[in-house]
Nanobody
Framework: QVQLVESGGGLVQAGVSLRLSCAAS????????MGWYRQAPGKQRELVAV???????NYADSLKGRFTISRDNAKNTVYLQVNSLKPEDTAVYYC?????????WGQGTLVTVSA
């Protein structure tokens, strides 16, 4: 089974940018879509962005503008660029991959934004 490994999180100050990476152990063409979700302390996991196999992107309405999802099919990697980070962006960011029969989650990468 394909495994997903996120990286790129850390402790940062408000206003900076981060690029999170999600590396798959196999081909991401096996999945209809790849996505990023996040879970803030005490809150439910929420969708951030999705990028289907056709490359068209979708974002949570409340998060449009500062987040950019992209994929490098040759590297089997999906990225999430986050600009102008805010303290409310503090969360564990999870990578997700799914098709009709399978859904895979990564272990998450923690992003902590200080004011």
């Amino acid at each position: 089974q394909v495994q997903l490994v996120e990286s790129g999180g850390g402790l940062v100050q408000a206003g900076v940018s981060l690029r999170l990476s999600c590396a798959a152990s196999g081909s991401i063409f096996a999945f209809n879509a790849m996505g990023w979700y996040r879970q803030a302390p005490g809150k439910q996991r929420e969708l951030v962005a999705v990028i289907p196999i056709d490359g068209r992107t979708n974002y949570a309405d409340s998060l449009k503008g500062r987040f950019t999802i992209s994929r490098d099919n040759a590297k089997n990697t999906v990225y999430l660029q986050v600009n102008s980070l805010k303290p409310e962006d503090t969360a564990v960011y999870y990578c997700n991959a799914h098709n009709r029969d399978l859904e895979v989650w990564g272990q998450g990468t923690l992003v902590t934004v200080s004011a």
